[in-house]
């Protein structure tokens, strides 16, 4: 039989969020109205384990993202966004929501401060984060560019190059995204077409991860996160990220390259031994295959929409890279720091130790997060980004939130952020006559209060902003 008479087994594609679905069930029939459940649904304080968005709540399903409607622009009116937003903040039960610890930045898109509460100071952002990154990404990386998992020979040795791509597979997954553009078994099969046409019938192979450096583990990460099934180790080298039959491996690279060699083998290539670690060579004899990734809009895009940690770190590393750093945790973050300062995104307080927002001891302030977002929309390369952040009540992480009553769904794009007792979101609402208002709403001192609750009482800020007549009447002139 030759190797294209062999059949194809189709991989299943691994599902996430079954443990939120679990939580959510729990909490809406046990009448969770507080925090001290945390101890029984997670045996201590819930980690972002618990609050990562399934896979299904992203905008997998659709052939294109959802664009934002055409809006007015203008100077908005600071009383009317004060009289929207006052009564929420001041409101006695709604602070018990929001906690001691409440930072609010609203803005125009002409980089007018409209309304201010501790703006400037620092809270624990979790994953609203990602937008710093995204935004770094937009601006250093060429939004069409894409990254590249090749093999090149090296005398008798196959090396798999890693090329950083986030969203490598495995195989093909039978409902593709717009993301699922590489897989490792359409590199096997190019690879052993290329080693055949050269009379090549035995290889060993080596697979080279080191475009990225550093640890691949942040230390600002809790400890149990990596042994906790929280996050894969960041790796340019991986294939679904790592994660075979739900479980996220500790050596992604290795374990790509142990399924890589069974793919050659199904494509009747012989390998000698098991996979090592080698580095390419400057001068390869030949480069076998390669498979291109999406785009890096198109990454940012699902990165944003999903809260996807691992594509945040790769993507940090490549802004590392980039902006002429290491691909490191410290080279990625130093480089979004920069490119903040440079574009004048205040940056008070920032201290950044991921791309993800996965370590508490990251440090943003509502004044950073509107401004990236203010900043994002007045310039060409980076605008993409606020059509990437998922809408109230419809798509991604927003999906199950805003419901049908309230005024932001809909009319509010933003990125969520969510750890025990921390819960942020920062993007933009339409207003009632159509102008667009930034915000960023942050708290990180809610560990006794029900999160749904806290996330209830930000949502409504963001939706009150929605509901208010805050820009010019376009009727006036």
Same mark, same amino acid.
């Given at each position: ?9 189709? =991989?299943?594609? /691994?599902?996430?969020?079954?443990? =939120? ?8 029939g ?11 649904v ?7 384990e ?22 007015m ?9 004060? /009289? ?6 001041? &409101?006695?039960?709604?602070? *018990? ?19 201010a509460?501790?703006? /400037? ?9 990602k937008?710093l990154?995204?935004?770094?990404? =937009? ?19 196959? +090396? ?6 986030? $969203? ?8 593709p ?31 080279? /991860? ?6 691949s ?7 149990? $996160? ?17 994660v ?9 690279a290795?374990?790509a ?25 400057? &001068? ?15 990454i ?27 691909g490191?945790?410290e080279?990625?973050? &130093? ?11 205040? +940056? ?10 996965l370590?508490?001891?990251n440090?943003? *302030? ?9 900043? *994002? ?11 990437? =952040? ?42 009632a ?7 960023? +709403? ?7 209060v029900?999160p ?15 509901a ?10």
């Amino acid at each position: 039989m030759t190797r294209r008479d062999r059949g194809r087994v189709a =991989l299943p594609w /691994a599902l996430g969020g079954l443990f =939120l679905a679990v939580v959510l069930v729990a909490g809406v029939g046990l009448g969770w109205t507080s925090g001290r459940l945390n101890p029984v649904v997670c045996g201590g304080p819930c980690g972002p384990e618990a609050v990562a968005p399934p896979e299904a709540l992203t905008l997998d399903a659709a052939p294109q993202r959802v664009q934002p409607d055409p809006v007015m622009t203008g100077a908005l009116d600071p009383d009317a966004v004060r /009289a929207a937003v006052q009564p929420l903040l001041e &409101d006695p039960a709604r602070r *018990a929501e929001l906690g001691d610890r409440l930072g609010v930045a609203v803005v125009g898109l002409d980089g007018t401060s409209v309304f201010a509460r501790d703006a /400037a100071e620092a809270f624990v952002p979790a994953s609203t984060t990602k937008l710093l990154t995204a935004y770094a990404a =937009l601006s250093l990386l060429e939004p069409g560019s894409r990254f590249s998992t090749s093999t090149v020979l090296d005398g008798n040795e196959v +090396v798999l190059v890693g090329g950083g791509d986030p $969203y490598l597979a495995s195989s093909r997954p039978e409902r593709p995204t717009r993301v699922d553009r590489a897989d490792l078994r359409t590199l096997a099969e190019r690879t052993a077409a290329a080693l055949d046409d050269a009379g090549v019938g035995e290889v060993s192979l080596g697979y080279d /991860a080191g475009l990225f450096t550093g640890p691949s583990v942040s230390p600002g990460w809790e400890d149990s $996160y990596v042994p906790g099934q929280v996050v894969t180790p960041v790796s340019a080298l991986w294939a679904d990220q790592g994660v075979r039959d739900g479980i996220r491996s500790g050596d992604p690279a290795r374990a790509a390259a142990d399924r890589f060699a069974g793919y050659l083998q199904d494509e009747g290539i012989d390998v000698d031994g098991d996979p090592d670690r080698a580095d390419a060579p400057p &001068d390869p004899q030949r480069v076998l295959a390669a498979v291109q990734s999406a785009t890096v809009a198109q990454i940012v895009d699902a990165t944003l929409v999903r809260s996807d940690n691992e594509a945040a770190e790769v993507l940090l590393r490549h802004v590392g890279l980039a902006a002429g750093g290491p691909g490191s945790f410290e080279g990625g973050t &130093d480089a979004v720091a920069a490119t903040l300062t440079e574009a004048g995104v205040p +940056v008070q307080g920032l201290r950044l130790d991921d791309g993800s927002g996965l370590a508490r001891s990251n440090r943003i *302030a509502p004044e950073t997060l509107a401004g990236v977002l203010r900043v *994002a929309a007045s310039r060409a390369s980076t605008s993409e980004l606020l059509a990437d =952040l998922p809408v109230g009540g419809l798509t991604g992480t927003l999906e199950d939130r805003f419901d049908e009553d309230s005024a932001g769904r809909g009319l509010v794009r933003a990125k969520t952020g969510t750890l025990t007792g921390v819960h942020s979101l920062a993007g933009y609402a339409t207003d009632a006559r159509g102008v667009p208002i930034v915000f960023a +709403v942050m708290v990180d001192d809610t560990e006794g209060v029900n999160p749904f609750v806290t996330q209830a009482a930000i949502d409504d800020v963001a939706a009150a902003l929605a509901a208010c007549t805050c820009g010019p009447d376009a009727t006036q002139s």
